[in-house]
Nanobody, 123 residues
Framework: QVQLVESGGGLVQPGGSLRLSCVAS????????IGWFRQAPGKEREGVSC???????DYVDSVKGRFTIFRDKAKNTVYLQMNSLRPEDTAIYYC?????????????????WGQGTQATVSS
């Protein structure tokens, strides 16, 4: 069964950190472009970060310098390390995969999605 499962969300104070995980089962992430997206209440889904098969990455401007995406091939997992978190980072975070569009933050290019994990930044 092909599946993506996110985890690592939670409640953190402003300035804190979270590490989100996206674990794949039933297929190998090595061959895919992976994206992290988020959706806050009342807002559209937003592309946060992506990573290519060769390890190149991209980030939305609002998280540059604070978030890092990286792969652990041995664990078939992609992570999103989130530092210096702000209240505006509060959202449900999703990972997604696709094979044909490169490292893109356009959600419509992705065809396989996880169920999401909630990250809340609040004092």
């Amino acid at each position: 069964q092909v599946q993506l499962v996110e985890s690592g969300g939670g409640l953190v104070q402003p300035g804190g950190s979270l590490r989100l995980s996206c674990v794949a089962s039933g297929f190998t992430l090595d061959y895919y472009f992976i994206g992290w997206f988020r959706q806050a209440p009342g807002k559209e889904r937003e592309g946060v970060s992506c990573i290519s098969r060769d390890g190149s990455t991209d980030y939305v401007d609002s998280v540059k310098g604070r978030f890092t995406i990286f792969r652990d091939k041995a664990k078939n997992t992609v992570y999103l390390q989130m530092n210096s978190l702000r209240p505006e980072d509060t959202a449900i975070y999703y990972c997604a995969t696709q094979t044909g569009w490169g490292c893109t933050l356009r959600s419509g290019r992705y065809n396989h999605w996880g169920q999401g994990t909630q990250a809340t930044v609040s004092s």
